[in-house]
């Protein structure tokens, strides 16, 4: 049985009077400890599928499983010990006038969970960052330091989902190298499963065993990692997107053969 | 003759702790090409484009030895000079549609608000010219969104609106900041596709500033790689792969590719003495 299990799930909003279909019945599902990609443009309701998950979308049908059982409305707290979620852009999704420190521990104090000083500067070992930097604000961090708060912060009830929204695409080059090398060691440490969104390919690939293609809404193709690598997709417009990716620029002869 | 010309340009910010020079000493031509500026944030990229428009205000300081468009002096130009040559002879696209646009203007009335005041166009004509200007940059919904007010539209598409925007007073020189970083890819190639025709066909000028590299070794002529407000690498894009410096060699390394290694990224050594 898969962990994460999604059936036709569809994602309707309504406002002024117009209806914006954002997912329609999109099925995927997706193994315990297993690393899984969704890209598509903007609008093709990949991130709509993650906010789905953890009830900040409107869901106008299908079913979403954790774990074999369906999700209350709203989540509750039993959900956000299961699954967390790490916003695309670290300098909205970080309260400006908390410091890291209270970040960190708010959470702790929902939950009742104790020992919330040594887990914070825990958590902060465990993103690379200085114990110096606890009590900062968000303004005073840069880009991808703020983004490894963001990531600490998911981790505090020590969830075994991990919804990654974009979470390097505000970050520079050599910035997502280092968070999604953090990203890495912290799935192979605690044997997460992620669930990644990005619209760069060559960061789903890198970082997620299989991938859904998606597009306006509506699933397009899913191919596992060795499928994308070789080119051997079905769809035109997954060929399109891959045929898009900017990495193929660099030209060939540093990656494997084969 | 260049369109601009620019020699030893220094941009420095008085603070607390002494003065901070984010550009020093940055020097280059432009032609009507297409000239990519590639670096992370805080290598001053995106202070050299917004001083090429004087558009630094104070404790910033701009000094150059000499910046020159199109035969005009822009470093001792007055502001009045300066106005009449913002928007309409070089326009910028800044980075980011959520702080650039009014939030609290529609799209419409931002986009026909120059040329009602500026060209004096009636209502119908200013209309029809921002709705063409719309769907230059490939907007399908075009009256949906020029009802909307900036919030209500996505990153990708404030940003077409922004480059719609700017391409209405069809300027000479095209500063854009960043113009394609929140946009697909495939809504990315469009948007380069349109850059692209008006280079070629108006003869226009274009700054392409960029955190990505393969982008601009795809879309630009010629690349300046900055690094703390210097420039480290000027080359022809497509000598791009054979670059030297150790700068922009571990830039183009730290990118992850398809079918690539999973092992973790390279990242980026700076302790040479380039990195000083």
């Known amino acids: 049985m898969s962990l994460i299990d999604i059936a036709a799930l569809s994602v309707t909003f309504r406002a002024n009077g117009r209806t914006v279909r954002a997912v329609e019945g999109v099925s995927l599902c997706v193994q315990a400890k297993e690393s899984y990609g969704l890209v598509g443009e903007s609008g093709s309701g990949k991130s709509t599928i993650l906010r789905a998950i953890c009830g900040l979308a409107p869901v106008s049908g299908g079913a979403i499983r954790i774990g074999g059982t369906d999700l209350p409305t709203p989540r509750g707290r039993a959900f956000a010990r299961s699954v967390q979620m790490v916003f695309q852009d670290p300098y909205a999704s970080l309260h400006p006038r908390h410091t890291i420190d209270r970040t960190l521990s708010e959470p702790l104090a929902i939950h009742g969970i104790a020992d919330s000083d040594a887990r914070v500067s825990r958590a902060l070992d465990d993103v690379g960052l200085p114990r110096s930097f606890r009590f900062r604000y968000p303004h005073q961090l840069s880009g991808g330091q703020r983004q490894r708060v963001a990531i600490a912060r998911a981790l505090m009830l020590e969830p075994g989902i991990l919804l990654l929204d974009e979470p390097t695409s505000a970050l520079d080059a050599s910035v997502q190298a280092e968070v999604l090398n953090l990203l890495s060691r912290l799935r192979v440490e605690r044997g997460l499963t992620f669930v990644m969104v990005s619209h760069d390919l060559a960061v789903i690939d890198h970082m997620c065993d299989r991938v859904l293609v998606m597009q306006h809404g509506r699933a397009v193709e899913e191919l596992a990692r060795d499928d994308l690598a070789g080119a051997r997709m079905t769809t035109v417009y997954a060929r399109s997107l891959f045929d898009a990716s900017a990495d193929r620029m660099l030209g060939d002869g540093k990656g494997p053969p084969g | ?276």
């Open chain 2, 1 to 276: 003759m260049s369109l601009l010309r620019v020699k030893n340009l220094r941009v420095t910010f008085e603070t607390e702790n002494g003065p901070v020079q984010a550009v020093r000493g940055v020097s280059f031509s432009l032609g009507r090409e297409r000239l990519g500026i590639v670096g992370e944030s805080g290598s001053g990229k995106t202070m050299t484009g917004r001083a090429l428009l004087r558009l630094i205000r104070p404790p910033g300081r701009i000094e150059v030895d000499a910046m020159v468009f199109d035969g005009q002096d822009v470093a001792t130009a007055s502001e009045r000079q300066m106005r009449a040559l913002r928007g309409r002879r070089i326009a910028m696209v800044m980075q980011d549609p959520k702080f650039s646009l009014n939030p609290v203007m529609t799209v419409g009335a931002q986009l026909t608000e120059g040329l009602r005041q500026r060209d004096r166009l009636g209502r119908a004509d200013a209309r029809a010219r921002a709705v063409a200007a719309l769907q230059a940059v490939q907007i399908r919904d075009v009256d949906r969104v020029m009802a909307a007010f900036p919030h209500e539209l996505s990153g990708g598409m404030g940003q077409r609106v922004m480059i719609a925007m700017m391409l209405i007073p069809e300027p000479d020189l095209l500063i854009a900041d960043e113009p394609t970083s929140a946009l697909d890819v495939t809504v990315q190639a469009e948007v380069l596709s349109i850059l692209d025709r008006l280079v070629r066909d108006r003869g226009m000028g274009l700054i392409f500033i960029s955190h990505d590299l393969r982008l601009v070794a795809r879309f630009c002529d010629r690349v300046l790689v900055m690094y703390k407000g210097r420039i480290v690498e000027e080359l022809a894009a497509a000598d791009l792969m054979a670059a030297r410096h150790p700068y922009t060699r571990g830039l183009l390394n730290c990118l992850p590719r398809i079918g690539g290694p999973r092992g973790p990224l390279p990242g980026l050594d700076r302790t040479g003495a380039w990195a000083q």
